[in-house]
């Protein structure tokens, strides 16, 4: 296994994994508690990347690369919906997480901005 590069990781971001819960008519809610805190290094896209997809989307994505586990030593994960505040921007994870070369070293993740 590569060792997670932590050096590489200068943000302690909070991250709030939701739940979810079904109604008897079928509507979907997610539920926030509270929030754990992992290292991690948010990169915004590149300027022509940011004004396509907000041209095309109206969104403002990021890459989110995050530390296995949180900084307690607990394993995170960061499925869709996941929020993360960071440097003072809250994000939305868009997208589902992604273990670059199967390495466990770290998750990659789809940011949207949402403040």
Same mark, same amino acid.
């Given at each position: %296994?590569?060792?997670?590069?932590?050096?590489?990781?200068?943000? @302690?971001?909070?991250?709030?994994?939701p739940?979810? &819960?079904?109604?008897?008519?079928?509507?979907?809610?997610?539920?926030?508690?509270?929030? *754990? &805190? #992992?290292?991690?290094?948010?990169?915004?896209? &590149? &300027?022509?990347?940011?004004?396509?997809?907000?041209? @095309? =989307?109206?969104?403002?994505?990021?890459?989110?690369?995050?530390?296995?586990?949180? =900084?307690?030593?607990?394993? *995170?994960?960061?499925? *869709?919906?996941? +929020?993360?505040?960071a440097?003072? #921007?809250?994000? +939305? #994870?868009?997208?589902?997480?992604?273990?670059?070369?199967?390495?466990?070293? %770290? @998750?990659? *993740?789809?940011?949207?901005?949402?403040?």
């Amino acid at each position: %296994m590569i060792a997670t590069p932590y050096h590489l990781m200068p943000t @302690t971001a909070t991250v709030i994994v939701p739940s979810e &819960s079904i109604s008897s008519l079928g509507e979907r809610t997610l539920t926030y508690g509270a929030g *754990v &805190s #992992v290292l991690c290094r948010i990169q915004d896209d &590149s &300027s022509s990347d940011a004004r396509e997809w907000l041209r @095309t =989307t109206g969104r403002e994505l990021s890459t989110g690369f995050f530390a296995p586990v949180t =900084t307690s030593g607990a394993s *995170v994960s960061l499925p *869709v919906n996941t +929020k993360v505040t960071a440097n003072g #921007v809250t994000y +939305k #994870v868009v997208g589902a997480g992604r273990n670059p070369a199967g390495s466990g070293a %770290m @998750t990659v *993740v789809t940011l949207e901005a949402l403040t």
